[in-house]
C-alpha cells in the first residue's frame, strides 16, 4: 500500500523560509515523477514543483526562483525548500508522487504566511 506522509508545514511571516517533507513508502519510487501541489479554499489544485525520476524540475510561475524542490531515492523522500514566503503563498500542500497514469495524493500540509 502506498503512504505519503508530508512534515514541515507551519506558520511563517512573510519573508520567511520554510522546508516541507514527503516521504514516501509502499512502491519503488525512483522511476517516479514527484512533486508538490498546493489548494486554497475554492480553487482548484495547483502545481508548485514537480521532479522526474532523472532529476528535471518544473515550477509554477509564481514560484519560479523562491521555491527549490529535490528528491533523494536512495530514503523515497521528495522536499520543497520555500525561500521569500509571501501571504499569496498560504495553502495545504499536497506531495504527489505519479508514473504515467497512476498516482498518488498524501494527506496535505497546510502552510500559513501571515504577520
Known amino acids: 500500500q502506498v503512504q505519503l506522509v508530508e512534515s514541515g508545514g507551519g506558520l511563517v511571516q512573510p519573508g520567511g523560509s520554510l522546508r516541507l517533507s514527503c516521504a514516501a513508502s509502499g512502491t519503488i519510487f525512483r522511476f517516479y515523477t514527484m512533486g508538490w501541489y498546493r489548494q486554497v479554499p475554492g480553487k482548484q489544485r495547483e502545481l508548485v514543483a514537480t521532479i522526474t525520476s532523472n532529476g528535471g524540475t518544473n515550477y509554477g510561475d509564481s514560484v519560479e526562483g523562491r521555491f527549490t524542490i529535490s528528491r533523494n531515492n536512495a530514503k523515497n523522500t521528495v522536499s520543497l525548500q520555500m525561500n521569500n514566503l509571501k501571504p499569496e503563498d498560504t495553502a495545504v500542500y499536497y506531495c504527489?508522487?505519479?508514473?504515467?497514469?497512476?498516482?498518488?495524493w498524501g494527506q496535505g500540509t497546510q502552510v500559513t504566511v501571515s504577520s
Open positions: 504527489n508522487v505519479r508514473l504515467s497514469a497512476i498516482g498518488y
